[in-house]
T-cell receptor, first 113, second 112 residues
Framework: ELKVEQNPLFLSMQEGKNYTIYCNYSTTSDRLYWYRQDPGKSLESLFVLLSNGAVKQEGRLMASLDTKARLSTLHITAAVHDLSATYFCAVGFSGGGADGLTFGKGTHLIIQP | NAGVTQTPKFQVLKTGQSMTLQCAQDMNHNSMYWYRQDPGMGLRLIYYSASEGTTDKGEVPNGYNVSRLNKREFSLRLESAAPSQTSVYFC???????????FGQGTRLTVV
């Protein structure tokens, strides 16, 4: 059974600071996704990481994937209030497995002025 | 750009009532999913359909049934609603299983 663990689950930080969210998973996979969810809203895709060593950046967010360590990170640089949201990582299998994506519990991020 | 459309957006049921949540996608995706989201639990897969004509149980299928009506539509039915089924339900689709999933706007269901 694939398990996906995120940490921290809750993070309160100040604007301008840097921080990293970690996503560990238990079974070999080279497909990892990051999503953002605002309160009361749906999930919005942020990053698609499809190979070992993949790195994607969008504004103040950067995601990376280390398939050997079964670890992905989401790094926030110089945080701003607009990045306050819940962030989920999700892992899929590339071998044609039909189970869809397995999600972590999410990291609730609050960025204070 | 409709993407994934769910109906209804909100619903209140009494214990024992039945209802069907509807989901349709216009992206020509093969795979469709139903998740539920509860506080502190992340998203948990209820049922999925890897392709038209097939459905399979996910992590938490008890109390639910699904129908893949055609390639576009995937419905979720609660035959006899229970308070434990109070949740936010998301439908999602992807081109293939394990690909990036695209989500509908969610259905907030309360069972009293």
């Amino acid at each position: 059974e694939l398990k996906v663990e995120q940490n921290p689950l809750f993070l309160s930080m100040q604007e301008g600071k840097n921080y990293t969210i970690y996503c560990n998973y238990s079974t070999t996979s080279d497909r990892l996704y990051w999503y953002r969810q605002d309160p009361g809203k749906s999930l919005e895709s942020l990053f698609v990481l499809l190979s070992n060593g993949a790195v994607k950046q969008e504004g103040r967010l950067m995601a990376s994937l280390d398939t050997k360590a079964r670890l992905s990170t989401l790094h926030i640089t110089a945080a701003v209030h607009d990045l306050s949201a819940t962030y989920f990582c999700a892992v899929g299998f590339s071998g044609g497995g039909a189970d869809g994506l397995t999600f972590g519990k999410g990291t609730h991020l609050i960025i204070q002025p | 750009n409709a993407g994934v459309t769910q109906t209804p957006k909100f619903q209140v049921l009494k214990t024992g009532q039945s209802m069907t949540l509807q989901c349709a996608q216009d992206m020509n995706h093969n795979s469709m999913y139903w998740y539920r989201q509860d506080p502190g639990m992340g998203l948990r897969l209820i049922y999925y359909s890897a392709s038209e004509g097939t459905t399979d149980k996910g992590e938490v299928p008890n109390g639910y049934n699904v129908s893949r009506l055609n390639k576009r539509e995937f419905s979720l039915r609660l035959e006899s609603a229970a308070p434990s089924q109070t949740s936010v339900y998301f439908c999602a689709s992807s081109l293939r299983a394990s690909d990036e999933a695209f989500f509908g706007q969610g259905t907030r269901l309360t069972v009293v």
